[in-house]
């Protein structure tokens, strides 16, 4: 059920940014904050906010989010649908901040919780991976053991074999039994992929995301696949889903990427339709970014919804971690609950 928003609405936009309580490191790039576009759309009743933290490798930042969201506002508060936010805007931060605003405020509308609005089942916790920034193997292992003993784990690589092999031996010789995934973010090459694979092995590692530069997927035409690769870089909206079959395995949803909820659901059920796995991430948003994307995964084999850990201070109330679960409260977003 789609609820049909036929008034005026108002439409307001905010910048807001929350620190990481240390630096975080990827291939590349090393981030101390996330910034993020917040959305609110008003009826003059009801309320419905969303949180965009774009995607930093599109230059998808603050002032092109901001761009692409006053671009759309004379058409959003002339009375604009959610359905016509998709062909006014393309995917990216701006349009997820819209998308969910526009979801919470129908759920308000309706009298009815996003997750029912979207056929899904009342959501439950969600094994959720907690990510390892690339750091020394001393301090990788480190922080191994100081997270959630009952957590997944997600290590961030590097695309330098030799210190990406000593990273592996530490975290596995520190958590022997825990379920490991690594993400190289584009970091390897297809010449230097067949020299990382057997370690990954040999480390029982379940999972390589990402492990080429978009761009290139056509080189996995035929790469045998030892264990599963999961595509995030180079799966952004459903256009891109179809052309995963054969060389992936698991399709990353992001909401940042794809544009919002809408879209992730519909991504979702197409990859399940593919025969791919299916993953939901996030571009280290606050809790209001979480919340969402906790929607989508409901629907996953995979949950990588640990941003908010990053930061030194998140949003109240959060999404919370216990037991190698997030739990997402319906106070967060996406109740019925009525506003003025």
């Known amino acids: 059920m789609t609820a049909h928003i036929d ?30 576009l917040v959305a609110e759309l008003s009826d003059g009743a009801n309320s419905g906010r969303g949180e ?18 006053e671009r759309v506002r004379e058409a959003i508060e002339r009375g604009a649908t959610r359905q016509d936010l998709q062909a006014l805007l393309p995917p990216g931060g701006a349009r ?36 390892l920034g690339a750091d020394t193997p001393e301090a990788m292992a480190a922080g191994a053991l100081a997270i959630d003993p009952d957590a997944p784990i997600k ?14 031996d530490a975290i596995r010789a520190a958590r022997p039994d825990a379920w490991i995934g690594v993400d190289a973010n584009q970091g390897y090459r297809i010449e230097t992929l ?43 909206s459903l256009a891109d889903t179809a052309g995963l079959v054969g060389r992936f395995d698991v399709v990353n949803i992001k909401l940042d990427k794809c544009g919002g909820l809408t879209e992730g659901l519909a991504i979702a059920r197409e990859a399940r339709a593919l025969g791919l796995e299916v993953m939901v991430g996030n571009m280290m948003g606050s809790s209001l ?8 995964g409901q629907l996953c084999d995979i949950v990588d919804l640990d941003g908010p850990t990053f930061l030194a201070a998140d949003r109240t109330p959060g999404v919370t971690y216990r037991d190698g679960k997030v ?14």
């Open 327 to 340: 739990h997402c409260g319906a106070d967060i977003w996406g109740d019925a609950r009525k506003s003025s």
């Open 52 to 69: 965009g933290a774009g995607a930093y490798y599109l230059g998808d930042d603050v002032p092109h989010m901001l761009a692409e969201a």
């Open 96 to 131: 997820n901040a819209l998308d969910c605003a526009y979801w919470e405020l129908e759920a308000r509308r309706a009298g009815q919780p996003v997750w029912a609005l979207a056929g899904l089942d009342a959501p439950r916790p969600l094994r959720s991976t907690l990510t």
């Open 289 to 296: 970014s979480m919340a969402p994307a906790y929607l989508v």
């Open 155 to 168: 290590v961030k690589l590097t695309g330098d074999l030799a210190d990406d092999i000593a990273r592996l």
């Open 194 to 236: 067949p020299d990382l694979l057997p370690v990954l092995l040999a480390h029982r590692i379940a999972l390589l995301e990402q492990p080429l530069a978009r761009g290139r997927e056509a080189d996995l035409d035929g790469f045998d696949r030892p264990l599963p690769f999961a595509a995030d870089e180079s799966a952004l």
């Open 7 to 36: 008034q005026r609405l108002t439409l307001d936009l905010r910048v807001e940014r929350f620190p990481f309580h240390k630096p975080f490191r990827i291939a590349g790039h090393v981030f101390a904050e996330t910034a993020v």
